[in-house]
């Protein structure tokens, strides 16, 4: 009975033992930790990893910011010489020449937040020199090269290192985008924009300017002109006087170019030989009857010619002075020859078909009379519509429809644009901005007289 008694005993001590033991294995997941062990032989976390756009890479300090794709959460990783690092193909490089907007995959201690390793995974694509471009913010797409992409609000736009707003990238700029699949997750500007002011220049007024190759605008007052930085050459012009300089523009800078030594039209004299058959034709210029036996002195600009001499047609045309001398000639034609196959012109390299203000170099935009834009802030704001000025902030103009640009200057502050999409949709249009930054240094003028 004794022995039973003992064995008894030792069952239930040995079912109590398992029984603890099945409960120590059976508890939650979340509590248990994977390890490695360092070659010290001490027990530490294991390498943690993420994907995602590196939205700062402080050289100073050695630190990469990682925004997770298709998030906001960010993650603060230090780096030093012992973590490796590969571009997209495969090479190594220095944590400092890791670029802002890049996309990469990194391995780092969650204890230390020390970076390990870093590469580019294989379905990251990357686009650069992107300068035909279109976004489309009701469907939120990015399209360029004959294909549209999606961006969020998770998308990470940037500028010469800074976060911006997508409505700060301009059509003058140029991109370098980045994403995977359809989704872009990154834009950054790499060729920004800046801005041209023009002063006294009020003789040209209603003409036209050229900027560079492809940009022709109307001369208007307080003109500030939004270009991709760059060097051109910016011409003036009206009734053939022009007058001519270089500039150099940079991103988010304005350059002045001062026309105050410019020399008016009429201080240019051109000198007119005319060789007129038959002989003994009259000549009048501007309705006035004038002498050609010796050369006319004209002052540069457009002339209405007329020729006539009994027995032969008379001609009529436009005489364009522009140059310190030339000569025209003039035959006219008898009047029983067929003057439809034979019409008489003048023969001179200086005599040409003005093109100052064709409407193939300008855009025209759909108004819409019965709508206004406002824009209302920041206050006191000068206000430019592509390039045309309107008012100070607050200010109401009529309304444009289509894509535009916005433009707001403020002396002592930083310029800025804003690309805007005006819809056609019979509704008043009002936008506000933020307050422009308290310029740094003060705008380099950078204009030359072009050779």
Known sequence: MKNNKIWRVLLCLGAFFMWSSMLAGCGPAQEQRTTRVDRNGGATEAPASTEGVVVTNDTATRQLTLRDLGSDIET????????????????????????????????YDPSSGKLLATDIPEDVWEYQEVDDYKFDSDESSLSFADRKYKYTDQTFFSSDGKPIEMLEINKQDVLTVRGTGYNVYSVVKSRGHGYIRLSHYKDFIGGMIEVGDSMILPVTKNMLITVGEGTYKVILSKNHSTAVKNVTVHNGKEVTLDFSDYEPADSKVGVITFDIKPAGADLTINGTAVSYRRPIALAYGVYQVKVAMTGYTTYTGTLDVEEKASTVRIDLVEEKADTTKTTAKPSSTSSKTSTDDTDSTTRTKKMDSDHTITVSAPE????????????????????????????????????????????????????????????????????????
């Open 380 to 451: 006191g704001a000068e206000v430019y519509l592509d390039n045309v000025y309107k008012g100070l902030a607050p200010c109401t103009f009529t309304k444009v429809i289509g894509s535009q640009t916005i433009t707001l200057r403020k002396d002592g502050y930083t310029t800025k644009s804003y690309s805007v999409d005006v819809l056609d949709d019979d509704q008043d249009v009002k936008f506000s901005f933020s307050d422009l930054g308290v310029k740094e240094e003060t705008a380099e003028t950078t204009a030359t007289p072009a050779p």
């Open 76 to 107: 603060v990783i230090a780096y030093d010489a012992t973590a490796t690092m590969t571009d997209r193909y495969g090479q190594e490089r220095d944590g400092s020449e890791i670029e802002v907007g890049e996309i990469i995959e990194v391995k």
